[in-house]
């Protein structure tokens, strides 16, 4: 007999069935079973996203927003069905709020040109926080230096919490952006963006949250958070490599400079004047990349499917789990302990390098990430060259977590 | 001649990844995690003649290398730092390698251990003086961890050519020619 069901619970993944929509998951790596861990780096993609591919290459491909012809009419419905989807998958009030970018990290420098170097000036002031990764610090720096502006920067307290205190203590009227991340990629810490962005506004300073790690894992409503501006990659998500979305508030789009020239972000073009086109073409120039769009708007379809509610359910419950398991092992420290944390567990194990740490996972089939992370500054925060990273999706299992903590008592037996 | 001209790299290729899989644990072979746990020569050289820093930013590794160089001879060497057990391991097997070598020898043992490492030396069938040094001939196959045993090497090679700091990115570097991914 089922048990009643409360209607605020998540419904429980069918894990085993959603792995079975995934074709690398099956792959062995060196005679050993892939246990996936490196979704914060990468997550995989669904048949139903590769068959989307095939279909636009195979039947829908040509150039779009230009010739009469019937593919291109396909291509462009295609095409701007998907922003449409990732409209809705963010709860963006109008599509065109939505622009897309080769990933996150263009749709960051995106906003830096469009935004920063139009309204950013000397003896202004930049609030970024020590969890960001490089993409999210050193555009805001190539801008401080180019504007003779300030980059201040929120620190964190040894669970790798943003310290909301000192965050507030930095504002100033030269206080001109925020640009924080929303999870962090190294250590997995949820930060309290919705109260964040609040103090911001109150200050009439805009905020962008970098969500390349926010939006797989948790669902997104940058009307609720009341962010600015969004950022997110589409190959962290399930989707192709090549493609993410910046959101952006209408008006502040319009308001913003074109960041690239080109075809398509034109109204008209004569050698005395030319006339941009309306958001969000403006910020599109050139041929996009249409079939990484449409795949994206596939993948958001598929996680919308399972229901962002279910996955984040499920992934917590992996991370209670990992978190646990590797308590209980000597010798492994785990980097990052915030009280509201996304599936990310970064460890160190007393006296082994996290390269070597990896290397091994890898001989067991166990696929992590080791190094910074390109966040250095957390990494100088907490005194650690490295570490290893373990990053789970919905589709990883507690037995997946299972032959993590052997392929560590492995690594720790090696090293003895 | 095979018709197509990659035949032979990717017969090595998937013969050694073969290889590799039928023994997973081969890279971490007991000498290097006894030189891991056991550096030898690992410590500090008063006097030095040489010197040199060698960093990869990339995982952090850091080594300081301190040579006594006498005549046309390696009278003494030293390192220090903080690494992974490859890079730590290769820099200890080193040093034992090219102590009392002269300038000459070390040399050669530098571009046979970098060409070992990067897979251009076959030390099964080609003639080389690497001797125990061959734990390493596996690295080739593992191209995001090369730079982790080549690293004490391109430092030795700088601190004899008395540059002072020597990096796996750096573009100045002779030695640096690219190898596997950032």
Request: some cysteine; charged content about 20%.
């Amino acid at each position: 007999m089922n048990p009643p069901q409360s209607t605020v619970k998540p419904k429980q993944l069918d894990v085993e069935r959603i792995r079975a929509d995934f074709p690398i998951l099956k792959m062995d790596i060196g005679g050993k079973p892939l246990v996936y861990l490196d979704n914060a780096a990468s997550s995989q993609m669904p048949q139903q996203v590769i068959d989307r591919l095939v279909r636009y290459r195979s039947t829908q491909h040509a150039n779009i927003h230009r010739a009469v012809h019937t593919l291109s009419e396909v291509a462009t419905a295609a095409y701007e069905e998907a922003r449409r989807k990732l409209a809705r998958f963010i709860n963006a009030r109008e599509e065109r709020e939505v622009i897309f970018t080769s990933g996150t990290t263009e749709a960051i420098n995106l906003v830096m040109h469009g935004f920063g170097r139009k309204f950013i000036g000397a003896g202004d002031e930049i609030i970024l926080s020590t969890l960001e990764h490089h993409s999210n610090i050193v555009p805001w720096q190539m801008l401080a230096e180019e504007k003779g502006a300030t980059i201040r920067v929120v620190p964190i307290d040894n669970s790798g919490e943003l310290q909301s205190g000192a965050y507030e203590a930095l504002f100033n009227p030269r206080t001109k952006f925020v640009a924080v991340t929303h999870v962090s990629n190294a250590l997995g810490s949820i930060n309290p963006v919705k109260q964040m962005i609040a103090h911001a506004h109150a200050r009439g300073v805009p905020v962008l949250l970098d969500g390349a790690q926010a939006a797989p894992h948790l669902a997104i409503d940058v009307q609720d958070l009341g962010c600015d501006f969004y950022a997110f990659s589409g190959h962290k998500l399930c989707g192709p490599t090549g493609i993410g979305i910046l959101y952006g508030k209408a008006a502040i789009l319009e308001s913003m400079q074109p960041f690239k020239g080109g075809g398509d972000m034109i109204l008209s073009v004569t050698f005395e004047k030319t006339v941009y086109n309306a958001i969000p073409h403006k910020f599109e120039a050139g041929t996009p990349p249409i079939a990484a769009a449409i795949g994206l708007g596939a993948a958001v379809d598929y996680l919308s499917a399972i229901g962002m509610d279910a996955i984040a359910a499920h992934e917590q419950h992996l991370l209670d789990y990992a978190t646990a398991e590797l308590a209980r092992l000597a010798g492994v420290s785990i980097i990052g302990t915030a009280a509201n944390k996304a599936a990310v567990l970064s460890f160190v194990i007393a006296g082994v390098h996290p390269h070597d740490v990896g290397t091994l996972l890898n001989q067991d089939g166990v696929a992590v990430r080791t190094g910074h992370h390109c966040a250095q500054p957390v990494m100088q925060r907490f005194g650690l060259p490295a570490t290893s990273r373990a990053s789970f999706a919905f589709y990883n299992t507690t037995a997946e977590v299972d032959a993590l903590v052997a392929g560590i008592r492995n690594v720790q037996k090696v090293f003895t | 001649m095979h018709w197509w001209p990659g035949f032979a790299m990717f017969r090595r290729f998937s013969h050694e990844s073969q290889r590799l899989m039928a023994d997973p644990k081969a890279l971490y072979q007991e000498v290097i995690l006894d030189h891991n746990r056991k550096p030898r020569n690992f410590g500090r050289l008063d006097h030095a003649s040489h010197r040199a820093e060698g960093h990869n930013p990339l995982c952090g590794d850091h080594l300081s290398l301190a040579l006594n160089v006498e005549g046309d001879s390696v009278a003494g060497i030293t390192f220090e730092g903080e690494s992974c057990a490859i890079c730590k391991a290769s820099a200890s097997m080193m040093t034992v390698a090219v102590k009392g070598k002269t300038r000459q020898d070390a040399q050669q043992l530098i571009d046979e251990f970098r060409a070992m490492a990067t897979g251009e030396l076959d030390c099964g069938s080609a003639p080389h003086h690497l001797g125990r040094l061959t734990v390493f001939a596996g690295m080739r196959d593992l191209p995001t961890r090369v730079k982790c045993a080549i690293l004490p090497w391109h430092t030795l090679h700088a601190a004899l050519n008395s540059v002072a700091s020597t990096s796996t990115e750096s573009n100045d570097d002779p030695m640096n020619a690219p190898i596997g991914n950032a």
